[in-house]
C-alpha cells in the first residue's frame, strides 16, 4: 500500500514527527510525503499569502529528507503548481528542486479551478510543455530519480509519464481525452464534511455530519449515482492530475500505453519539448465539458481515494 500526504511545509516539527510515527506504526506501508513550493522565495510567498513560508518550507524538506535517510518506507518529494506567476523562474526552479534539494520526485502540475488571483490561470502551455520535457530528461538520465525505494515504481512512474501526456494533450487540444472516475473511486471532503466528486465540480453527493458519518449509505445514495452518470455521459473532462492519475490506473484500456511508456523510458525517449513559437496563455481554465456521448464502462473495481477539501 502506498500514502501520499501534501504538507504546506510551515510546522516543521508537527510534520516530522508525524511522519516519524506514521512510518514507524505502518512499516508495511510506503509514505510519500510532498512539500508545496511554488516559486522561487518572493514567488513563493507572495502565492502563499505567509511570511517565511519559503524559508519553513526548505527547513521541513531538509527534516523529512534526514529522516527518509534513517527509515526505509518513507519518500520525499517536493509538488508545485505551474501558473502565470512562476512559468519564468523555472530554469531557476529546476536548478533549486533537481539539483539542490534532491527530492524523490518533483510533482509539478498545472494550475487548475478558479485561482484567488485569476491572473494566476493565465499560464503558457508550452512553457509547460517545455519544463515537462526537461523534467522527463532528468527522470531518464538519473539526475531525478522516482521514488526509488517505492513498490511498483517504474510502473507508477510510467502512468505519470501518460498523465502527462494526457493533460498536455487535453490543454493543447481542448478536448476529452479519458473516461474520469471522479465519483466511482475517488472522492473529495470538505472540512464542514460535504462530500464531492471532485474539488472542481460543483456537485454535492451530501454531507457527512448530515448522514451520520456513514458514507457508505452517501456513496450508495440516488444523487451520488446521478453525478456519476452526469459524469460518464457529458465526458466531463479537466486537467487535474490527481484524478487523471486514477483514470487511467484504473481503464484496462490505457495499459498497453502505460507499457509502451515504460519502453520509451527505457529507451530514454523523452517528451518531445515545444519547438515552435508559445500558443500564449491557456484560453481558459477549462470546464468541465457537457456532451451526450455514452461512457464505456470497464466494470474495474477498486478502491476509493479521499482527498480532504477546504472550502474557498
Ligand atoms: S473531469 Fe475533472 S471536473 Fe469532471 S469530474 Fe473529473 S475531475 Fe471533476
Not at 494526457?166 to 479519458?178: F, N, R, S
Not at 454535492?204 to 451520488?224: M, T, V
Amino acid at each position: 500500500m502506498t500514502l501520499s500526504i501534501n504538507t504546506n511545509g510551515i510546522q516543521t516539527y508537527k510534520i516530522v514527527d508525524s511522519a516519524e510515527r506514521l512510518v514507524a506504526r505502518c512499516p508495511e506501508t510506503f509514505v510519500g510525503i510532498l512539500c508545496s513550493l511554488d516559486g522561487l522565495q518572493a514567488t513563493h510567498d507572495r502565492i502563499r499569502g505567509v511570511p517565511r513560508n519559503f524559508e519553513r518550507t526548505i527547513e521541513t524538506f531538509h527534516a523529512l529528507a534526514k529522516l527518509r535517510d534513517r527509515v526505509p518506507n518513507l519518500g520525499v518529494g517536493i509538488t508545485t503548481t505551474f501558473c502565470a506567476w512562476n512559468q519564468d523562474e523555472m530554469d531557476e526552479m529546476f536548478e533549486l528542486v533537481v539539483r539542490k534539494l534532491k527530492p524523490d520526485n518533483w510533482d509539478l502540475s498545472f494550475v487548475r479551478g478558479e485561482a484567488m488571483v485569476p491572473a494566476i490561470e493565465l499560464a503558457d502551455v508550452a512553457k509547460y510543455r517545455n519544463i515537462k520535457a526537461r523534467l522527463e530528461r532528468a527522470y531518464a538520465d538519473g539526475e531525478l530519480r522516482y521514488y526509488s525505494n517505492m513498490p511498483l515504481a517504474r510502473f507508477v512512474h510510467a502512468k505519470e509519464r501518460l498523465s502527462t501526456r494526457t493533460v498536455l494533450k487535453t490543454l493543447e487540444t481542448g478536448t476529452y481525452q479519458t473516461p474520469c472516475y471522479a465519483g466511482a473511486l475517488s472522492a473529495v471532503i470538505s472540512e464542514e464534511g460535504d462530500v464531492y466528486p471532485c474539488e472542481l465540480l460543483n456537485r454535492k453527493i451530501g454531507n457527512l455530519r448530515e448522514a451520520n458519518y456513514d458514507f457508505r449509505a452517501l456513496w450508495a445514495a440516488e444523487e451520488a449515482r446521478e453525478i456519476r452518470e452526469f459524469v460518464h455521459k457529458s465526458k466531463c473532462f479537466c486537467t487535474h492530475e490527481c484524478n487523471m492519475s486514477v483514470n487511467l490506473l484504473f481503464n484496462p484500456a490505457a495499459y498497453p500505453r502505460i507499457a509502451g511508456e515504460m519502453v520509451r523510458e527505457a529507451m530514454g525517449v523523452s517528451l518531445a519539448p515545444d519547438r515552435g513559437a508559445s500558443p500564449g496563455p491557456a484560453a481558459a481554465p477549462l470546464a468541465p465539458q457537457a456532451k451526450a456521448t455514452l461512457h464505456r464502462e470497464t466494470g474495474v473495481r477498486a478502491p476509493i481515494r479521499i482527498t480532504a477539501r477546504r472550502k474557498s
